[in-house]
C-alpha cells in the first residue's frame, strides 16, 4: 500500500479548509438580509476581504514549497497566473506581519495615511473639511452590543501596490488556486463539512477622519495606526473562529483540529509579536505598560506562547518538521512532547488573550 505524503495532505486538507470556508461565506453573505446600519454594510467588506489575504498566505507557501519539490503540481497551479500575479501573491503573504521587523514602519504607515488624505481633499482645511471623512470605523454589532473592530487601514495595509481593478483578479485567483490544489489528489479521508455558527451580527461601516483615531489616548499616531492593525485582525481572527464557523464541532475531528489550531496560531502570533513590539519600543511604551498592565492581556513567556510560535512556524512547509509518513498533528505532538489536552489548552488560550486585547482596545 503507498503511504500517504504527510506534506501534500496537509496543503490539501488547508486548501479545503479554505475553499469551503470562502464558499460558506459568501453564503451567508448572500443570505445577510439585515437592515443596513450605519454608512453601508461592512460584512462583505471585512469579512471576505480578510478571507481572501489569509488564504493567499498559504497559497504562496504551497507554490513556494511545489517549485522546490515538485515541478508538476507547481507547472499545474501555476500555469494561468502572471508573473504579476505571483508578486502580488507574494506582496500579500509578506504582509501578514503588522509591522515591519528589524526596521522602521512609519514610512509605511505615512504612506497609508496621506494617501487617503490627498484622495479625499484633507491635507488642507477648508470649509468642506468637516463634510469630508477619509477613513471607514468598522463595528460589529450583535442585538444591542456594538463593538469596535478596527477600520479600513488594514486593506491598504495588505493591498498597498495593488490598483484599484487587482483586488477582484486577486480574488479570483485565490479561488482559482484552491480548486486546483484540492484537485491534485483525491482526498484519502472524509471530513465533516465546515458548518456556520447559528449566531446573529451585522458588520457596519461609519465614515470617520483619522484625526479621530489617530490623536487618542495620548499615544502616539503611528503606536495608533499599528494598535488599529493589530484590533482589525485581532477582531477578524475572533469573528472568524468563534463567530462565522462552528470551530466546536470541527474540533471533534482531529485532522480539522490541527487546521484550526494552527491557523489560529498563525494569526495569533502575527498579532501579538506586532503588540509586544510595540509596548517594548513604542514612543508610547509608557503609556502603554499602562494600558496593558491590568488588561488581562498575557504577555509571559510561558510555554504556550513559545508552542504557539512553534505553530506559527510550521506556515513553511518542511520535511523537517514530520516524522517520517506521520501526518502534521502527530508529528508536533510528538516532537514537543505534548498531549491532545495541551493542545486543547492552547486554543483556548489564544481565544482569551484575542477577546482581552480586544476589549482593552476599545479606547478608540
Not at 500500500?1 to 501534500?8: F, G, N
Given at each position: ?8 495532505s ?10 469551503e ?6 453564503k ?10 450605519g ?8 469579512v471576505?476581504?480578510?478571507i481572501?489575504?489569509?488564504?493567499s ?20 497551479l ?14 500579500v503573504r ?9 526596521g ?14 490627498e ?15 477619509d477613513?471607514t ?7 444591542n ?11 491598504f ?19 482559482k488556486?484552491?480548486i ?9 479521508c ?9 449566531t446573529?451580527?451585522?458588520i ?5 477622519k ?12 503611528y ?7 493589530c484590533?482589525?485582525q ?9 463567530r ?6 470541527l474540533?471533534?475531528d482531529?485532522?480539522?483540529?490541527w ?5 489560529l496560531?498563525?494569526?495569533y ?6 503588540v ?14 499602562d494600558?496593558f498592565?491590568?488588561?488581562g492581556?498575557?504577555?509571559c ?13 510550521i ?19 510528538k ?8 493542545i486543547?489548552?492552547?486554543?483556548s ?16
Open positions: 500500500m503507498k503511504l500517504e505524503d504527510p506534506i501534500l496537509d496543503i490539501m486538507l488547508q486548501a479545503k479548509f479554505y475553499h470556508t470562502i464558499l460558506l461565506l459568501i451567508k453573505t448572500l443570505l445577510n438580509s439585515k437592515t443596513q446600519q454608512d453601508e454594510d461592512g460584512y462583505t467588506t471585512f471576505l476581504t480578510n481572501v489575504f489569509d488564504s498566505v498559504f497559497i504562496y507557501e504551497s507554490i513556494k514549497y511545489f517549485e522546490k519539490n515538485n515541478e508538476k503540481f507547481y507547472n499545474e501555476t500555469k494561468f497566473l502572471s508573473e504579476e500575479d505571483l508578486i502580488r501573491i507574494k506582496y509578506n504582509n501578514m506581519h503588522l509591522y515591519k521587523k528589524g522602521s514602519y512609519k514610512k509605511k504607515a505615512d504612506k497609508i495615511i496621506n494617501d487617503r488624505l484622495e479625499f481633499k484633507m491635507t488642507e482645511k477648508d470649509n468642506l473639511y468637516f463634510l469630508r471623512s477613513i470605523r468598522i463595528y460589529y454589532i450583535n442585538k452590543k456594538k463593538v469596535f473592530i478596527g477600520c479600513d487601514y488594514f486593506y495595509h495588505y493591498t498597498l501596490k495593488f490598483g484599484k481593478e487587482d483586488i477582484k483578479k486577486f480574488a479570483e485567483n485565490v479561488m488556486i484552491l486546483q490544489i484540492n484537485g491534485l489528489k483525491k482526498h484519502s472524509c471530513l465533516p463539512r465546515i458548518q456556520s455558527k447559528q446573529d451580527f451585522n457596519v461601516l461609519f465614515d470617520s483619522s484625526k479621530e483615531l489617530l490623536e487618542i489616548n495620548n499615544l502616539d499616531k503606536t495608533n495606526f499599528r494598535l488599529l492593525l484590533l482589525s485581532a477582531s477578524w481572527t475572533f469573528l472568524l473562529y468563534f462565522l464557523i462552528d470551530s466546536e464541532k474540533f471533534d482531529s485532522k480539522w483540529k487546521i484550526l489550531v494552527k491557523n496560531a498563525i494569526k502570533d502575527e498579532i501579538f509579536d506586532s509586544e513590539n510595540l509596548v517594548r519600543n513604542s514612543a508610547s511604551k509608557i503609556s502603554l505598560q494600558l498592565r491590568n488588561s492581556v498575557d504577555f513567556d510561558s510555554r504556550d506562547r513559545n508552542l504557539i510560535q512553534e505553530l506559527r512556524n506556515v513553511h512547509y518542511s520535511q523537517d518538521d514530520v516524522f517520517g509518513n506521520e501526518d502534521y498533528y502527530s508529528s508536533f505532538k516532537k514537543y512532547n505534548i498531549s491532545t489536552n495541551d486543547n489548552k492552547i486554543f488560550y489564544m481565544k482569551k488573550n484575542i477577546e482581552a486585547l480586544i476589549q482593552t482596545l476599545q479606547y478608540f
